[in-house]
Structure formats: C-alpha cells, structure tokens
C-alpha cells in the first residue's frame, strides 16, 4: 500500500461529503417546518395540507430543546417557516429566544381560545393534552380522590408511580401549581408526592399505567392520551384502570402543542396559511382521530370512542405564557422537594 | 527496557537529522489535538460564561447523588464488562469446543445493540405487567435502576473488552500459556501469572472505553431512572435552560474521565509490549474438549450474545412484525451509512496519526492526545452544543478576516457533525491503533532506518502492514458507534438527513416501540456485519 494510495482512500469519502453538503436549495414552493412533534396526526397534516395547497412541505424533526438550539445556531442561514413544539414550557423558551415572528389574522384569532395562543401571536396552540389520575378500579374508589392532592396524601404512602421530574409534562404541571398555590404548597406537594412512590421514578407515562394494571401501584400520574392510546390498543389491556380527572382546585392541567411562524422565516404568508390551516376543522380531527389528544379549536367534532368515554372535564384555564415561564423554578422545587 | 529503546528509537525515526521530512511528535500532537478538541475548549469557555447559581443550587441538592451515581455505574459496568469480556476470550483461546469458530466473532455482535434500545426492550421484557411475564408466567426482576442500567451497560459494551482482550491473547497467550504449563504450574495460577499481565493493557483499553461510554450516556440512565452526572447536565440544558451550567457539569465529567484514563495508565504501568516474533506453527494447540464440557463452555460462550443480542433484538422483531412501518426507514438507512463510512476513514487517519504521536514519548504531545480521548466522556448533546459555539466563534473570526458575511462553518452541516464524531470517538480510534502499533518491535524501527529509510517509509512500508488490523479495528469501531449515536446527530445534521438512530429514538421516546422496532432493527442489522468484519481483520485464530 504506497503513501498516495493510502491517502486517497482517506481524502475521497472527505471530498463526497463535501459535496453532499451543499445542502439542496429549497425551492420557493417548500414550505420549511421545524417540529419537535413526530406522530402518526401531525404526518396526516402536512399531507392533507400539501394536497390542499399544492405546496410541499420539508419537515425537520428533533426533540424539543435541540431544536430551540438548533434553530438559535443556525439564525439567518437555514431558518424555518413554522416552528412546531411541545408543551408551553418549550413555546415560551422559544419565545423567549426570539425566535417567534408575531401574526395573526381573524381565522386564527377566532378559533383558537385566548389562553391557548400567545397574546401576541406569536405561537397558537394545534392540539391539547390533558395530566390526569389513573387508578386501580379494584383498589381505589374514585370518591377517595380530591385532585392532585391526592398523590400527596398520605393512605397512598407507597402506592404512587409517577415518571421522573425532569419530563417536561411533570415541570409544566409543577409549574401551573406554583403559579396557582404558590411556592410553598407546590412543593410541600411535590415532597409529599415523593414520598408516597411505590417505586423510583423509571419508564415513561404508559410504563406508570402498566405499572398500575400489574398492581404494582394503585394511582399514577399520566397525560391522557396515552391511557387512551393503550384502551385502543388490542394488544394491551387496561380494563382494570380508570381515567380520573383531577378537577380539584385549580382545575386539570391541560398543556399545549403549538405552532409559530418562525422569525426569519423565508416565507411567511405560506407559514401563517399553514397554521390557519392546521386549526381547521379538518386538520383539528386529526389530533383526536389519530393521536387521542384533544383539538384547539373547541367546537371541532371528531370521531374517538374513548375520548367520548372519557367525557368532559374542567380544565385550569392558565395560560401557556404563564406555566412556561416558571420551568425553571418548577425543576429547582423538584430537586429541593426530593423527586428524582 | 523496552521503553527506553522504544522512545529513542523513534525520536531517531522522527528527528533524523539533516532530513526534511521531520515530523516532530509534540507539533503534530499539539496541531491534532487542538483541531479536534476546539469542542473541548468551546465547551470550557461556555462553562466559565456563566455564572455559578446553578451550580449552587445543585450542590446542595443533588450534585453528591449525580457524582456517586455516575461513578458506581461506571465502576459496576466496568467491572461486568471486564468479567464478562475476559472471560470470554478466554475460553476462545484457550479451549476448542462445538462451535468455537463462530462463537468466537459472535462474541462481538453485541456491540451492535444500542445501549437505549436494549434498555427500553428489556425493561419492555421485565416490567411489571409486560405480556412476556403474563405469557411465561415467570416473575423476572425489573432491569431497572442501577444494577439494571449496569446490567445492560456490560451486555452491549463487553465486546469492547472482549476484542482488545482477544486479539492480545492470541498474539501472546497460547505459547507463554504452554511454557508456563510445562513448568507446573496450575491452570488458574498460569491464567493470574502469564497471560493476565500480558493482555492487562488490552483490557485496560478496553474497559477505559466502556467506562468513558457510560460516563457520557443519557438514554440508558434517565429511562431506567438512575440520576447520573450526565442526566443532571441534560436537566441543566433543558429544564434551566443554562447550557452554561450544563457545559459547567460537563467540564467536572470530562475531569472524572481524565481520572479513568489516568488510572488505566498508571494500572497498566510503563509497559509495552511487542510481539515475540513466535510464529503460527509454534504456538501450541487448544485444550480439546468433548461431550457435556464442550456444551457447557459452548452454552457459557453464548450467554452473553443471548442476553446482550439476541433477546432484546427478538423482542422487538416480534413487535416489528405487528406495526405498520413507516416511510422514514429508507432515508434514514441512507443518513446511517453516509455517516458511517464518512467517519471511519476520518478516524483512521486520526487515530494512526495520534498513535504516532503518542509512541514518541514526548509529554506535551501525549497529554495533548490524552485530553483528546476524553472526548469520549463528554455526553453527546454537550459536544454538539460545544461544538456550535466553537464554529459560530470560527465564523466571527473567519467574517472579522475576510470582511464577509458568508455563512460556511456556522449551523449544521455533515461538516460539523463530522466534527463533532471525532472529538466524541478520537478515543475508539486512538486506542486500537495505539495498542496496534505497541505489537511492532522498536528494533524495527532502528533497522529500517539504519539502512536509510526516511521516516515516512519506515510508517508505510513497516508499520502500515503490521497495524493495519488495528486501524481497521478503529475506522471499524468508529463506525458503528456513529451509526448508533444519537443526541449530537439530532442537533447537528443537515435537515435533509435523518439517521436510524434518530427514527428509532423519536418512536421509543414517544413511548411506541412497536414503532421504534424496524429502525432499531434495521440499525442493528447493518451494525452486525460491521462487527463481524471485525473479527475478518484481527490476527488469525
């Protein structure tokens, strides 16, 4: 093997790569999305609206905060159209970076309720999930339960599971209960709620429901839709737990998916059609139909046999701002209060 | 001995007077280090931007149960590791028995299972409430916490262990195994005696990279609920939204792995150890076994793999087969390979050049390539972070310089994910090549050069051929650990490119394995016959 040799074969991947970097110029009919969502609904989406539009839709998918960074880094040099992300906390960070260009229009002022939209129209909220109980039927009777303090009392010593506080649905419910009972009670909660774990924080939402079904625990802490998902799952049975809705003060924590037009966006007129048309009556179906989270726009109809079940519930109408914005204090509440 | 000759040997190689091709090792050493460890250093000035808040109120929280558990997961996995990968390449070496052959590289597939996956398939398998327990009847313990993350720590990075450890033994062990024999001693006290101390160094490397690989991991630890240093920095990133502090926690992890790294030199002393030169014929025949010894070494061989591979991998298979797959696979097979063998060649340029450099035994260029192999400690999401910072700052410099405004280096881009895999992996690369290039005599050196040969030629025509199968090792293992990396991908690609590893994550993290399953298994499949062509390039068996 003689000296050229050997380099050539380590400077030609080099030289195919660099061309593979330049990056295909995006024509001025791609509508350009970053979104840290990647369900089944939010593919329905930007199909219906490619076929409603003509327009093509280039998506780029990654997990809530890499993609706030990823998008602060790139700045002027690869910017988005619509940025899409999960949970107020995250909108508000968003927000917070700049990264929101401000708009509105009638359709959207007037689909989306107000506390599901930023007061600027900076984001407005596509789809909405609920943090709710799940109980054992046979160990627990429904009557026992009064809202989320019920994780903290003490009969359920031992017989609580819940996921770890660094998820961001546990930091925003934490966050929505200082805002409401204020410092002191939130995490005098938060202490109590640990010490009732029937186990060490593990697993994911769906992980604490079957912990529940194999009587590992009575009472969980879960978003709604994936109880649901699981009760339309042949493959898993959950006809032993039941949903309760924690309507105690303050009401049930509801948190928000939202979509922004992105601040330097290349085309913005495309991306605030896109949004409208995401809270349209025929892409706000999809989120039930297909994700069994429920849809912004309240008068939307769909079709989901156990969201139907399930029933109404009053909700904590906190705003997204608000619950975002006290991330941070939620997180530090939860490592003083001893949940992992 | 060895040393001293080694190390005036090659400043002769490399300082021959009155030659132009002078490649001084500390000024290589020096240039290499800085270019790939710019993260490091980005990562360093990110951390002393901020201010110390954070860090106050970790360390009255949490900042001891981070430490402690980062350091009890590293030792446990280590250890398991270490047990599990000497042993097995071990009784390879030493013993034939039904099915040896192919035992022999299956041992390394493993390494082709995704710490994460294997976490969220066995955790799948053994939960409470999982269908496999409700089908089986049996009542397995929950791989969770510590033990459970250790558990699958050691599974799926023993291989790292076993190959170093492997390789080793069968270039020393069998002959100095036999005379040790036929001067009476036991079987255990000729294993402790002999052939320990001559694979120590191999399998010092091997579990210094298995300990670098836990250190730096985030998936395994926060899905099975162990609060290491690494989710601690994670949290810091997210939920403070601090990468100043996040970068301040990295600094004190990137601290623990230079300790490891440490701790594997000083174990692994001053030694170096070149080959004996025994040729294939005289080294002496495996101990034959027969009948129910031969199943039992065969069935001992295989555990590992079952555990480590096959189990998790045929629990996904048979959720795979009930889902719908969706139209992300393909491309992202794409992403995976572009990535990969991308990498590899880069790493093999790298690690041979740092070998070099580190066989001169010139301090200021080995600590250089030391700080560099730390790299690996540092979890992925904070060396892409770093890595962003250190480009946007290179961008400054580059539109300070030129009076343009040309946006080349800044954002993603293969360029800086590129990047960013080499001050992850210089450590996978480095190490193979350097335990490569410690087979090749020093005498050899002094000869070819004393018949006149420059430096360069002494590199290509003595050395190459002698090391190639470490450095195919390195360009080898560099790419499946690219193939299977996951949080400095998902920030650093072009938008156009998606990996398995990122397909996969996105399903599991969403709680859908059953979607998760193809990509993983997809990713798993290409990563298999990379670790099998690792066996094709180790010395003959």
Redesign the interface.
Known sequence: ???RF?LG??L???V???A??Q??ETSDDTL?I?SSR??DSDYALYEAFTEATGVEV?V???????LI??VK??????PPDVIITVDSGRLW?AD?EGLFASTSSDILNQRVPASMHHPEGHWYGISSRARVLVYAKDRVQASELTGYESLADPKFGGRVCAR?S?N?YN?SLLSALIARWGEERAQDWASKVAGNFA?????????QI??V????CDLALVNHY?FARMALDT?EDVSNVEVYWPEADPGVHVNISGAGVAANARHPELAKKFIEFAVSDEAQKLFPELTSEYPAVPSVTYDNAVLDALGKFKADPLDGTTIGSR??E???LF??AGW? | MAAVTNSIGNRAAFAAGGNLRRLDPAVVGTVLASFFALPIIALIALALSGDSEYLDHIASTRLAEFSIKSTKLAIMSGALAALIGVSCAWLVTRYDFAGRRALSWLLILPLAMPGYVAAYSWYAITAPGSKFEAASGWDLPTVSGISGAAFIFALTLYPYVYLLSHNAMEAHGRLSWDIARSLGAGPWRAFRQITLPLIWPAAAAGTALVIMEVLADYGVADFLGVSTLTVGIVRAWSSFSDPAAAAQLAVLLLFGALLALGAERTARGRRQFASTGASDTQLSPRSQLTGWRSAVVAGLAMLPIALGLLIPAGNLAWLAINTRPSDSVLPALQGTLLLAIGSAALAVFLGLTAAYVLRSGNRVARASVRVLQAGYAVPGAVAAIAILSALAIGQSVLNALSGAQAAILTGGGIIALLLAYQSRFAAVAILPSEAALMKVRPELDEAARSLGASPMRVVTKIHLPLVLTGLATAGLLVAIEVMKELPATMILRPFSLDTLAVTAHNYASDERLAQAALPALILIAICVPATALLNLVRPNA
């Open positions: 093997m003689t000296n050997a074969l380590v030609a991947p080099l195919v790569l660099g593979c970097s990056e295909a350009v970053y990647h369900y280039e780029v998918e990654a997990d809530g905060d890499l960074e990823r880094a790139d700045g002027d040099s690869n960070k917070q770890s660094g961001i930091i186990r060490d924080p593990q697993g994911g939402d769906s992980d079957r912990a079904v194999a009587g590992e994936y493959n991330q941070e939620a997180q530090r490592d003083q992992p």
